[in-house]
Each structure stands twice: as structure tokens, then as C-alpha cells.
């Protein structure tokens, strides 16, 4: 039974027959105008929900209420046809190649991002020669900087600092709190709360005066990136520091100086990049990894979490440890640690 605490009803309804075409999948079994209004887990899915299933156990948590919407795989879909009368399945059932992605394209559609409302705040504060884009919302107690640049339809938050001639692209979004400055932003990037752009970096002098080393280049995010919050992005000394285009970031992730990310990288919560590492693309790095400065790192490879990369790494890897050596590796690192513990434990236990 679906249970009102998880319906958040969304404002633009879709039918089952939007469904497929969205997530370009192949309706197996139910009616193409089932309606869809919220998205929800599969335990609580009720009527009118839509939610997905990677596996066949994950399937049979659902409760099986009439007009709900699944995405499934074919696996699924497989072992329904053969195990059970799906003519009685009382559900829309969607088959696609990956659902958690396709479901993903749905929530796009079912909760879009907020849209600009157009509305300048009278208690922001726009220097007079800076460049505001069609259709801006800014919040009040922003403050835009000389000459910056923010393109259309770009909502600039409460409480948000745009330095002196930074640019942002159109459709960004940048949250409370936020403090950008010696930036470019591209397209449809994301700043969420309290995270800082463009700052000095950590250079420091090593002759044990500790001086702080001026940095005059900049920091450069492409078009379609999400920051997360609490994030630091450091400018870049001489040249600039650099992440590419669909680049996400969690919580809490620093990138230093002259650090270049390329294309498609994820990095989770908590991971810090030193200064001038260079990453290829479409890597993924996952919770509080840690990579040291001028290593460079090839493209598509896995870190497992806690990882700590203290060398160049090739491409195509996956990898965990500190050092982080190739993931077969380590599980026999942690293997042999183990049985060193218990030997350790038997031998005290008997003196």
C-alpha cells in the first residue's frame, strides 16, 4: 500500500506512453496512458507512481498496486515470462537497458530544475557595468561585481558574492551562499551552497618563511557541470585550472591550483586533488580519495573509496588502497592483513 508521507506530486504529469518514448524503452505489458504524477521508491509505489528495478529481488518489493509504472530489464521481464502469468501483472512494466538512468531522464521531466523567475531583488547590489543576461533572477543581498558577465536565464541566489569580471553562462544556477570570483563559467552549471571559486591557492614558499604565492591565473568549468556543496576550487597560479564539460562533484571536494579535469569525471564526497594533477576523462573517484600534486591520471578509471594515488595511473584501471594499487591487488593486501591480525590474536592468546 502506497503510503502519502513519500508522494510528492509532481507539476508536470506524464502518461505511461511519454514514459517509453522518454526513456526510449519497450512497454511489455500495462497501457500506454496510465498516467504518471509523482516518482517514488518501489516499497511505497502507489497509484500513479513511477519507480525501477535492477534485479529481480529488487522487483518483488514491489507492490504490485494498479497504475503504477516499473522500469525493468530485460532479465526481469524474462523471468516474469517464464515464472508468471504477467497477464495478471496489474502495472505498467517498461523495459529498458539501464533503469536507474532511464528513471533519471523521468525525474528530469516529473521535478525540473527551478527556472528562472526573472526577478532582480532591490536589496542585491550589480555594479553598473556589469552584464546581466535576459531573463535573470537575482536573489537579495547578491552582489554582482564590475564588469562581470551572467547570461539568460541564470538564477543568482541569496547571499551570493560574483566577483569582478567573472562570466557565467546561461541557465546556471548558483545557490546560496556561493562565492565566485576569477572564474568563466560555461552552460547549465551548477553551484550549490557555500562552495568557493576561485580563491588563492595553497602555494606556499619552502624556504620556511611559509609566504603565500600570488596566482594570477583563473578557473574554467565547462557547460553541463554540477558542484556540490562545500566545495573549493582553487584558481590557478600562472595558467588557469581547468574542469571540462558534465564534470560532477559531492560534498566537500577541493581542487587546487592548475588541477585539469577532463570530460565526464565524477568525484565523490570529501576527495581532494593537489595542485597540477592532470585527469583524463569519464574517470570516477569514489568517497574521500586523495590525489597527490603532478600526478597525471589517464581516463576511465575506478578508485575505490579511501584510495590515495600518489603516481601516474594509465587508463582503463580499477583501483583502491594507499598507494592505490589495481583492485586485485589490494583485496590480497587486505587479505593478508587480515590473516597477520588473527595470527597476531592466536599467538597473544596463548602466551
Given at each position: 500500500?502506497?503510503?502519502?508521507?513519500?508522494?510528492?506530486?509532481?507539476?508536470?504529469?506524464?502518461?505511461?506512453?511519454?514514459?517509453?518514448?522518454?526513456?526510449?524503452?519497450?512497454?511489455?505489458?500495462?497501457?500506454?496512458?496510465?498516467?504518471?504524477?509523482?516518482?517514488?521508491?518501489?516499497?511505497?509505489?502507489?497509484?500513479?507512481?513511477?519507480?525501477?528495478?535492477?534485479?529481480?529481488?529488487?522487483?518483488?518489493?514491489?507492490?504490485?498496486?494498479?497504475?503504477?509504472t516499473c522500469l525493468i530489464t530485460q532479465d526481469i521481464w524474462h523471468h516474469l515470462s517464464e515464472e508468471t502469468n504477467y497477464d495478471d501483472v496489474s502495472i505498467a512494466?517498461?523495459?529498458?537497458?539501464?533503469?536507474?538512468?532511464?528513471?533519471?531522464?523521468?525525474?528530469?521531466?516529473?521535478?525540473?530544475?527551478?527556472?528562472?523567475?526573472?526577478?532582480?531583488?532591490?536589496?542585491?547590489?550589480?555594479?553598473?557595468?556589469?552584464?546581466?543576461?535576459?531573463?535573470?533572477?537575482?536573489?537579495?543581498f547578491a552582489r554582482i561585481g564590475s564588469k562581470a558577465v551572467i547570461g539568460d536565464n541564470t538564477i543568482i541566489a541569496s547571499n551570493t558574492v560574483i566577483g569582478d569580471?567573472?562570466?557565467?553562462?546561461?541557465?546556471?544556477?548558483?545557490?546560496?551562499?556561493?562565492?565566485?570570483?576569477?572564474?568563466?563559467?560555461?552552460?547549465?552549471?551548477?553551484?550549490?551552497?557555500?562552495?568557493?571559486?576561485?580563491?588563492?591557492?595553497?602555494?606556499?614558499?619552502?624556504?620556511?618563511?611559509?609566504?603565500?604565492?600570488?596566482?594570477?591565473?583563473?578557473?574554467?568549468?565547462?557547460?553541463?557541470?554540477?558542484?556540490?556543496?562545500?566545495?573549493?576550487?582553487?584558481?590557478?597560479?600562472?595558467?588557469?585550472?581547468?574542469?571540462?564539460?558534465?564534470?560532477?562533484?559531492?560534498?566537500?571536494?577541493?581542487?587546487?591550483?592548475?588541477?585539469?579535469?577532463?570530460?565526464?569525471?565524477?568525484?565523490?564526497?570529501?576527495?581532494?586533488?593537489?595542485?597540477?594533477v592532470t585527469i583524463g576523462e569519464r574517470n570516477i573517484f569514489g568517497p574521500d580519495v586523495g590525489v597527490a600534486s603532478h600526478v597525471t591520471i589517464g581516463s576511465g578509471?575506478?578508485?575505490?573509496?579511501?584510495?590515495?594515488?600518489?603516481?601516474?595511473?594509465?587508463?582503463?584501471?580499477?583501483?583502491?588502497?594507499?598507494?592505490?594499487?589495481?583492485?586485485?591487488?589490494?583485496?590480497?593486501?587486505?587479505?593478508?592483513?587480515?590473516?597477520?591480525?588473527?595470527?597476531?590474536?592466536?599467538?597473544?592468546?596463548?602466551?
Amino acid at each position: 500500500m502506497s503510503d502519502d508521507r513519500h508522494i510528492v506530486l509532481s507539476a508536470f504529469p506524464l502518461t505511461v506512453a511519454d514514459a517509453v518514448l522518454l526513456t526510449m524503452g519497450e512497454l511489455s505489458c500495462g497501457e500506454m496512458t496510465t498516467p504518471i504524477t509523482h516518482a517514488t521508491m518501489l516499497e511505497y509505489a502507489g497509484k500513479g507512481a513511477v519507480c525501477f528495478a535492477e534485479d529481480m529481488k529488487a522487483f518483488e518489493r514491489l507492490n504490485q498496486t494498479k497504475d503504477v509504472t516499473c522500469l525493468i530489464t530485460q532479465d526481469i521481464w524474462h523471468h516474469l515470462s517464464e515464472e508468471t502469468n504477467y497477464d495478471d501483472v496489474s502495472i505498467a512494466l517498461i523495459i529498458v537497458d539501464r533503469p536507474k538512468d532511464r528513471f533519471a531522464s523521468l525525474m528530469s521531466r516529473l521535478y525540473p530544475p527551478s527556472a528562472s523567475t526573472g526577478k532582480i531583488d532591490t536589496m542585491a547590489s550589480i555594479a553598473a557595468d556589469a552584464t546581466i543576461g535576459h531573463n535573470v533572477q537575482i536573489d537579495a543581498f547578491a552582489r554582482i561585481g564590475s564588469k562581470a558577465v551572467i547570461g539568460d536565464n541564470t538564477i543568482i541566489a541569496s547571499n551570493t558574492v560574483i566577483g569582478d569580471n567573472v562570466i557565467i553562462g546561461r541557465d546556471c544556477w548558483i545557490m546560496p551562499g556561493v562565492h565566485i570570483e576569477h572564474a568563466t563559467l560555461g552552460d547549465q552549471v551548477q553551484i550549490s551552497s557555500g562552495s568557493v571559486i576561485g580563491h588563492i591557492g595553497f602555494g606556499v614558499t619552502g624556504d620556511g618563511k611559509n609566504q603565500l604565492i600570488s596566482h594570477i591565473g583563473k578557473v574554467i568549468i565547462g557547460d553541463h557541470c554540477y558542484i556540490g556543496a562545500l566545495n573549493s576550487i582553487d584558481r590557478g597560479m600562472l595558467g588557469d585550472t581547468v574542469i571540462g564539460n558534465h564534470v560532477m562533484t559531492d560534498s566537500q571536494c577541493h581542487i587546487a591550483h592548475n588541477v585539469q579535469i577532463g570530460n565526464g569525471c565524477i568525484i565523490c564526497a570529501k576527495s581532494g586533488i593537489a595542485g597540477s594533477v592532470t585527469i583524463g576523462e569519464r574517470n570516477i573517484f569514489g568517497p574521500d580519495v586523495g590525489v597527490a600534486s603532478h600526478v597525471t591520471i589517464g581516463s576511465g578509471n575506478l578508485f575505490a573509496s579511501r584510495s590515495g594515488i600518489t603516481k601516474d595511473v594509465s587508463s582503463g584501471n580499477v583501483m583502491g588502497g594507499f598507494p592505490a594499487v589495481p583492485i586485485a591487488d589490494y583485496r590480497v593486501q587486505v587479505a593478508a592483513v587480515r590473516r597477520l591480525a588473527r595470527n597476531l590474536k592466536s599467538r597473544a592468546g596463548k602466551e
